[in-house]
């Protein structure tokens, strides 16, 4: 039991910085997909295009594999 005691604090710390980073992860993923949806109904062939080639892109390529690339950089 004093193994629990000792560690707790710890566990409970690390559980609140992956809430807090999974919420903020969250917040960030709405602004750009609402900054790509206004780029794609904006009447700019320039935004319209960068908007299309970047989510034709995301879609072709599989997440673990743009995972990888974010970690590893590439």
């Known amino acids: ?6 560690y707790l ?7 609140q910085v992956t809430i ?3 919420l903020l992860s969250v917040a ?6 609402i900054a790509g949806a206004m ?3 904006s009447g700019s062939r320039v935004l319209v295009s960068a908007a299309t080639a970047y ?3 995301l879609r ?3 997440g673990f594999v743009i995972l990888l690339l ?3 950089g590439g």
């Open 1 to 6: 039991m004093s193994a629990l005691q000792q």
């Open 9 to 15: 604090p710890a566990l409970l710390r690390g559980a």
């Open 20 to 22: 807090v980073l999974a």
């Open 28 to 33: 960030l993923a709405v602004c750009i997909g």
């Open 39 to 41: 780029a794609k109904l």
């Open 55 to 57: 989510t034709t892109l």
């Open 60 to 62: 072709g390529v599989p």
């Open 70 to 72: 974010g970690f590893y």
